[in-house]
């Protein structure tokens, strides 16, 4: 369905994305990455809005910059709102349904049908301006899937919504995905888990990873856990773990902490433990790699061949 090879993009000195080489078969996949980990970049050359300086993407085996059949086939929602404001969810997906080639009767009837298939009911003939922004990402959606896609791009289409509008659209998009494929480009793991997809981690524009969401997690739990250790004394802290087999390597970070990387963080609780014992004042134990970001900085350092 999507091939990346060797593709380099540059803005200028700026890399966007860097020496990316995928396939990505028809199915469900999350393109997964922190803000500005290269992820727009990638969307905008699946969806033909940019040239690559170096490789070839293709998709469906074609390369999408400039070429209307490939691009009839996609189905595209930005992660940017909606800056049209005066027109009704009605008159602006049947006005991009009529883009795509079709009848105004058909583009009528396919937009009427779409909006209900999203939620939207009577409020698709009021004014965008007067919609809360979860009805308008109802609205891009049904902008994006009423002509039928074979393949629907959206880039971080859940952000910014209340839980019960980002629960109903993941429902919507994972329906979606049950028949055609999809690329949901997000910097949230759990939104890409719920809808059953297979996952591309990007970082600093690199792909660093891919595979099922067992496969990266295995790959994961293959690696060192990182803990995060807050107390009054690190470097007493610091001797305690030197010397321990369960410790694969430490550092003290400014005045109060020690991160101790480990494959057995039972021992290295046993360890604080003891300290705490001994009259240690320990605040907070952590994983030190809890956040998003820091996954992917292990997946780098796995990538390069760096050791935790």
Known sequence: MLTFTRVTKLYGTVIGVNDVT???????????????????TFIGLVTGQLRPSVGRVEVFGKPP?????????????????????????????????RLSGFTAADA?????RTLEQVGLGEAARRPLGTLSKGMRQRAKLAGAIAHEPDLLVLDEPFDG??????????GLVRTWAQSRSLLVASHLLHEVEALNAGLAVILGGR???????????????????EIRVRCDDPRRLARRFVGAASCSSLRVEG????????????????????????????????????????????LVRLHRGIAP
């Open 255 to 298: 005045e109060c902490e020690v991160v101790v990387s480990t494959r057995s963080p039972e021992s290295i609780a046993d360890l604080v433990a003891a300290a705490v014992a001994d009259g240690l004042v320990v605040d907070a134990v952590m994983p030190a790699d809890r956040s998003l970001e820091g996954l992917f900085a292990r």
């Open 108 to 112: 009528a009837e396919r937009a009427a």
């Open 161 to 170: 919504l209340d839980p019960v509008a980002r629960h109903d659209l993941v």
């Open 22 to 40: 995928v396939a990505l078969g028809p199915g469900a996949h999350g393109l997964l990455g922190p803000n500005g980990a290269g992820k727009t």
């Open 207 to 225: 792909l660093v990873a891919s595979g099922s969401a067992e496969e990266i997690r295995g790959l994961i739990d293959d690696m060192p856990k």
């Open 65 to 97: 910059f400039g070429n209307d059949r490939v691009l009839r086939r996609l189905g595209f929602c930005p992660a940017s709102d909606i800056t049209e404001r005066r027109a009704s969810p009605l008159q602006w997906v049947r006005y991009l349904v």
